[in-house]
Structures are given as structure tokens and as C-alpha cells.
């Protein structure tokens, strides 16, 4: 069913385009200038446009404005179109980089799949290894418990006879201390017999000596004796002189000295 326009312009119109017929047809619909984008920011009727247009005469200026910085945009975009070249080689840069990175990334991740299977394959190996380590370690212990336990007895075994035989060497070492003792004084007492020992023989010598000179005495009276001429017998009764006796011993050439 057609109804009036809102705003009370001559249009009829629907209720289901209602609000179209405002934005875009109504001429008491509010509008902005055509020239927003380039600075004016007055609005009115739709049907006033021609007399804002018409009336205000500093759009010019708006459009001289507009073109000066269209301008710059213009510059501005063509320095951003010789950016965007750059861009865009630099993009076909890393894209073949990219690419093989992408390339070496496959290679690295098949190479850590093969690591990573190897170490899975190595770990496997490894807890296998240390189950049985765990296992020989328990058995060691408990060999070695046992093993420690018959030392320890074997130990104890050791100790109670080398205490017996500390105490026989106790015994022994007594022994031989009053054996030394023993063999001290009878070192004194030889010691002492060896000196009266010495000025025996001091004795011996000396006596000795004066048996050599008395010998000598003899030997050299003897030798005068053999070498006299016998004499001639004046007659048959008259007897050989008697021989020379030896001098008589001088109990001061050989002192007694065991007396001494």
C-alpha cells in the first residue's frame, strides 16, 4: 500500500523502501556536499544542492586544493608503485628462498625422522641393556654380600689367630729380652777377660823378648868359643879348661809379670 514520504515530499512511496527513497531519491533528504572529500563539510536538502553549488564560490578552491594534493598522491603513488616493484622483487626473492627453505626443511625432517627412529631403536637397545644391568647388578650384590659375609668370618678367623700369635711373640720377645740381657753381661765379663787376656800376651812378649837376647848371648859366646884354637896339651894330666858359663839371668831383664 503506497504511503507518504516522511519528510513530506510530493512522492509516494512504499513502507519497505521507505528508507532507500530517503537516502537516495527525497528531495528533503539531508546530503552532504559533494565536495566533502576535498574540504567542505556543509549539509543540506537534496533539493538545494544546485543553490549551495551556485552560492558558495570558494569550491574552486577546494578544487585547487584537491588537485595540489592530488598531485602529491600522485607522486606519493609512484614513489609507492617503484616501493611495490622493489617489494615485489624482493617477494620473488623470498619466495625462491623460501622455497628452499622449504626444501631443506623436508630434507631436515626426513633426516631428524631417521634420527629420531634411530634413537627410538637405540633407546630400545638401551633400556634393554639396563635391565639387564639392573639384573647383574642384583646378582652382584647379592654374590658380593655373601662373598663380603665368608671374608668377614675369614677376617675373624685371621684376627684370633694372630692374636695367639701375638701373645706367643710376647712370650718370645721376654725370652729374648733376658737373653740379652744375659748376653750383655756375659759381653761385660768377656770384655773384661779379653783386657787381663791382652796384658798376658803384653807379658808374654816382653818375657820373650829377654829369652831372644839371652839366646843371642849364648849363640855369640858359643861362636868365640868353637872359633879359639884348642890348646896343646902340656901333659897328659893337665885337664881342658872348663867352658865359659853363660852370664847369669837377670831378674831385672824379664819382669814376673804375672806377679805384677
Not at 7 to 20: D, G, H, V, Y
Request: with cysteine; proline share 6%.
Amino acid at each position: 500500500m503506497p504511503i507518504f514520504c516522511k519528510l513530506w515530499c510530493t512522492s509516494e512511496t512504499t513502507r519497505a523502501i521507505m528508507a532507500k527513497h530517503i537516502e537516495d531519491e527525497c528531495p528533503k533528504g539531508t546530503i552532504p556536499c559533494p565536495f566533502l572529500t576535498m574540504g567542505c563539510k556543509d549539509k543540506f536538502q537534496r533539493s538545494t544542492l544546485a543553490a549551495h553549488i551556485a552560492l558558495y564560490d570558494y569550491h574552486s578552491n577546494f578544487i585547487q586544493s584537491f588537485s595540489s594534493k592530488n598531485q602529491q598522491l600522485l607522486d606519493q603513488s609512484a614513489k609507492l608503485q617503484l616501493y611495490i616493484n622493489s617489494c615485489n622483487k624482493r617477494n620473488s626473492d623470498c619466495l625462491a628462498i623460501n622455497k628452499n627453505l622449504q626444501e631443506e626443511k623436508v630434507k631436515l625432517q626426513d633426516a631428524v625422522y631417521a634420527r629420531d627412529t634411530l634413537i627410538q631403536a637405540s633407546g630400545n637397545k638401551l633400556q634393554i641393556i639396563l635391565e639387564q644391568h639392573k639384573q647383574d647388578t642384583e646378582a652382584l650384590q647379592s654374590l658380593t654380600i655373601n662373598s663380603f659375609k665368608d671374608k668377614i668370618e675369614l677376617l675373624h678367623t685371621q684376627v684370633e689367630v694372630i692374636q695367639g700369635e701375638k701373645k706367643v711373640l710376647s712370650k718370645n720377645f721376654a725370652t729374648l729380652q733376658t737373653n740379652y740381657l744375659q748376653l750383655l753381661n756375659q759381653n761385660a765379663r768377656l770384655t773384661k777377660e779379653g783386657k787381663a787376656h791382652e796384658f798376658d800376651k803384653a807379658c808374654y812378649l816382653s818375657e820373650l823378648k829377654v829369652l831372644q837376647d839371652e839366646k843371642k848371648t849364648l849363640d855369640d859366646l858359643l861362636a868365640r868359643y868353637r872359633s879359639q884354637p884348642s890348646p896343646k896339651p902340656s901333659s897328659p894330666s893337665l885337664s881342658p879348661p872348663p867352658p865359659s858359663s853363660p852370664p847369669p839371668h837377670s831378674s831385672n831383664s824379664s819382669p814376673n809379670c804375672r806377679n805384677q
